[in-house]
Each structure stands twice: as C-alpha cells, then as structure tokens.
C-alpha cells in the first residue's frame, strides 16, 4: 500500500463519518427525520454539505478500496 492509498483512505473514512455525524447531530437537535417532499422544503445547507461528505466519502472510500 502507498502512502497515497493510505491518506485516500483516511479521508474518504472521515467524510463519510463526517457527514453520518452530521445527519445524526441534525436529527438530534431537530427532533424528527422528514422524509420526501417534507425534507425537501426544509433543506438546508446543512444538509448539502452533510450530503456531499457522505457521497465523497464513500466514493474515495470505495476508490480506495478497488485500488487495494
């Protein structure tokens, strides 16, 4: 394994934990998980960049991986 192979994935790991940490800290706070149209009238920032990490995480994560 590379050193490229390794920091890949640590960073895929740590935005994919990101951005579950960050769903989990919204659910907390808010109280409820909308879904569908409900969440889509309520969305946020937050919540597209809580999405971005999680779709980049697993996607270096996944990257990372085949690589190996």
Known sequence: M???QIWGLIGGVSLLLLGIVGIILKVFYKGEAS???EL???WTLFDSLMTIF???G???L???LISL
Do not use: F
């Open 40 to 42: 889509l009238r309520r």
């Open 62 to 64: 996944i990257s990372g």
């Open 58 to 60: 697993t996607g270096i």
């Open 35 to 37: 879904l569908g149209i």
């Open 2 to 4: 590379t050193g490229a």
């Open 54 to 56: 999680l779709l980049l």
